[in-house]
């Protein structure tokens, strides 16, 4: 392995959602080698319990660790909102999650101070975004929503239909009504549903993609701590998942925009 710099970014989410996260670092980072990994055996993480996710998140941070990369990135939104402080002690390395950094940025957008936020169900009642954009300005109105029909739809390619937008305009409802102006994409699959979420929203609601604003948090970190690859080689990027890689090969290129190469079935934790 080269030098430090050379190292691989790891990234980790429970499945394939955070290739949408892979795919917004390799636009601002196009030289950074990355190791993924996605917990395909055990997702969803969502709707379990934040002990459970804790418990998964050891074992997500121990693989990396074991690739030796030079920070983690939490793609999870789940993750991010019930386990960022597990990674962050169990690895002595640059860590950030997606939650400050979409926090911030819905914070940078909002004219209005009317802030929504859309998740899992584990996202949504930890309450992370809400904290993390109080503790950013106090006087801020948060509304969030679990939207735990988002993830299938997305998984099944159902992106656009009658279906999904019926279902999109279902659960924004209530936050349209309390004329939100900024909106949270914080689960690793909505950025997938950006064109219908904007059609129900009709245009009047900035959409903020939690993992577009951690590249960028990202790309900030490794300049700060002089971390950048600058070697003129092609970067590596691996993926491994702890289920039988087919299914994560073929939804895959819908979340990662292109073909992924070989990924590779590993088994992590106690197997
Ligand atoms: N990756 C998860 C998130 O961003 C969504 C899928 C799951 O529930 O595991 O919260």
């Known amino acids: 392995m080269g030098t430090k710099n050379q190292k691989s970014i790891g990234v980790f989410d429970s499945g394939i959602g955070g290739l949408t996260v892979v795919r917004a670092l390799l636009e601002k980072l196009p030289n950074e080698n990355i190791v993924y990994f996605g917990d395909t055996a055990r997702v969803p993480y969502g709707s379990k319990s934040a002990q459970v996710v804790r418990e998964y998140t050891q074992d997500d941070t121990d693989f990396l660790l074991s690739k030796d990369v030079k920070m983690i990135v939490v793609a999870c939104n789940t993750v991010s909102a019930v386990a960022l402080d597990v990674v962050q002690k169990r690895a002595n390395l640059p860590v950030t999650g997606v939650i400050i950094p979409g926090a911030e940025a819905a914070m940078n957008s909002t004219k209005n101070k009317r802030i929504g936020v859309i998740g899992t169900a584990g996202t949504v009642n ?146």
């Not at 190469?261 to 088994?267: D, P, S, T």
Request: aromatic letters at 8%.
């Open 126 to 271: 930890s309450n992370a975004y809400a904290h993390e954009l109080k503790r950013l300005n106090n006087s801020v109105n948060v509304f969030s929503k679990a939207c735990p029909l988002f993830v299938p739809l997305v998984e099944e390619g159902w992106l656009e239909n009658k279906a999904t937008e019926l279902i999109v305009n279902d659960y924004l409802f209530p936050l349209i009504t309390e004329k939100i102006d900024t909106l949270i994409l914080g689960c690793t699959h909505y950025p997938l549903l950006k064109r219908t979420i904007s059609k129900v929203t009709k245009g009047a609601v900035t959409l903020i993609d939690s993992g577009e604003a951690a590249a960028a948090t990202v790309e900030t970190m490794l300049e700060k701590l002089d971390l950048r690859n600058t070697s003129k080689e092609k970067p590596n990027v691996q993926f491994f998942v702890s289920d039988a890689p087919e299914k994560f090969t073929s939804v895959g290129e819908l979340f990662f925009g292109k073909k992924l190469g070989v990924v590779r079935r590993v088994v992590i934790g106690k197997g």
